[in-house]
């Protein structure tokens, strides 16, 4: 890939990941049993494919935080030869595949809608990964203190900036010689702007935990425990009949939610509505 063209939203690796976890999130907010981001998320971005090792690699770029700009150089570099070592044809099929299961599931224009917040970022790093010996210094130079000024969370000087820029040109023909990596869609956080702390940590933790099956079922099930005993402790200030009932009968079917190996779709969404169920309780109690 020519690093003349333009950055492609649809071929960025961290910006589709991002993608498709806003794209879980929205299909079990919505029950949509039929949802296959999460398979998608599973079947291309794991440990075992090329595109999972690149996103490792975005995600180092876009979270770590230094202080120094020097440690911060020091590891993009380590990245960028980390990214060196890559798969690169199997690298671009699985992304090709990748992009045709999008396609096949779920309408593209919709999906790639969304406002990244860390677009410029994940927009050099893109860049930084797929720059040639044709590329200006002034380009490069750019990309890298994008990253750099992230990783740092300070503004670099345009001092320092423009001296990069003449050191890269000066060293340009050596260099040719040698060489021969967090929120929803504006109308989604409208419509779900009134989720609750609890149920916001519960997407999160599936979002981020949808490769390790063990660690995500260990969160419900703590969380079970904790939504169960909130349940008990609103019984005995519930005074209608038939609401007693019904929150007994709540309460005996949470303890389901902590059956079976894997978690499902349907676990997260009733843990959900188990939260929204403690808060309204919290409300009347209040009222």
């Given at each position: 890939?020519?690093?003349?063209?333009?950055?492609?939203?649809?071929r960025?690796?961290?910006?589709?990941?991002?993608?498709?976890?806003?794209?879980?999130?929205?299909?079990?907010?919505?029950?949509?049993?039929?949802?296959?981001?999460?398979?998608?998320l599973?079947?291309?971005?794991?440990?075992?494919?090329?595109?999972?090792?690149?996103?490792?690699?975005?995600?180092?770029?876009?979270?770590e935080n230094?202080?120094?700009?020097?440690?911060?150089?020091?590891?993009?570099?380590?990245?960028?030869?980390?990214?060196?070592?890559?798969?690169?044809t199997?690298?671009?099929r699985?992304?090709?595949?990748?992009?045709?299961?999008i396609?096949?599931?779920?309408?593209?224009?919709?999906?790639?809608?969304?406002?990244?917040?860390?677009?410029?970022?994940?927009?050099?790093?893109?860049?930084?990964?797929?720059?040639?010996?044709?590329?200006s210094?002034?380009?490069?130079?750019?990309?890298?203190?994008?990253?750099?000024?992230?990783?740092?969370?300070?503004?670099?000087?345009?001092?320092?900036?423009?001296?990069?820029?003449?050191?890269?040109?000066?060293?340009?023909?050596?260099?040719?010689?040698?060489?021969a990596?967090?929120?929803?869609?504006?109308?989604?956080?409208?419509?779900?702007?009134?989720?609750?702390?609890?149920?916001?940590?519960?997407?999160?933790?599936?979002?981020n935990?949808?490769?390790?099956?063990?660690?995500?079922?260990?969160?419900?099930?703590?969380?079970?425990?904790?939504?169960?005993?909130?349940?008990?402790?609103?019984?005995?200030?519930?005074?209608?009949?038939?609401?007693?009932?019904?929150?007994?009968?709540?309460?005996?079917?949470?303890?389901?939610?902590m059956?079976?190996?894997?978690?499902?779709?349907?676990?997260?969404?009733?843990?959900?509505?188990?939260?929204?169920?403690?808060k309204?309780?919290?409300?009347?109690?209040?009222?």
């Open positions: 890939m020519s690093s003349n063209k333009k950055h492609s939203k649809i960025n690796t961290g910006i589709l990941f991002e993608l498709l976890t806003r794209q879980i999130t929205v299909d079990v907010l919505n029950n949509n049993k039929k949802a296959q981001a999460a398979n998608i599973k079947e291309f971005f794991n440990k075992k494919t090329q595109l999972g090792r690149e996103y490792e690699l975005y995600k180092v770029l876009t979270t230094y202080k120094s700009e020097n440690k911060a150089n020091h590891l993009v570099d380590a990245v960028v030869d980390a990214r060196k070592k890559l798969k690169e199997s690298l671009k699985e992304k090709y595949n990748l992009i045709k299961e396609k096949k599931n779920y309408d593209v224009t919709d999906f790639f809608m969304a406002r990244i917040p860390n677009y410029k970022v994940n927009a050099s790093i893109f860049k930084l990964f797929n720059s040639n010996l044709n590329e210094p002034a380009q490069k130079t750019e990309n890298r203190f994008t990253i750099v000024e992230h990783i740092t969370r300070k503004t670099i000087s345009n001092k320092k900036k423009e001296k990069a820029i003449t050191e890269g040109y000066k060293k340009q023909e050596k260099d040719l010689r040698l060489l990596y967090g929120i929803l869609v504006e109308k989604f956080n409208k419509k779900y702007s009134s989720l609750s702390k609890e149920q916001k940590t519960l997407l999160r933790e599936y979002i935990n949808i490769s390790n099956t063990n660690s995500l079922k260990e969160f419900i099930e703590s969380e079970t425990v904790k939504v169960k005993s909130k349940l008990q402790s609103f019984l005995p200030s519930v005074d209608d009949k038939v609401t007693k009932i019904k929150l007994n009968e709540a309460v005996n079917q949470a303890d389901t939610l059956k079976g190996r894997i978690v499902e779709d349907k676990q997260v969404v009733t843990l959900m509505r188990y939260y929204q169920l403690v309204e309780l919290k409300n009347v109690k209040n009222g």
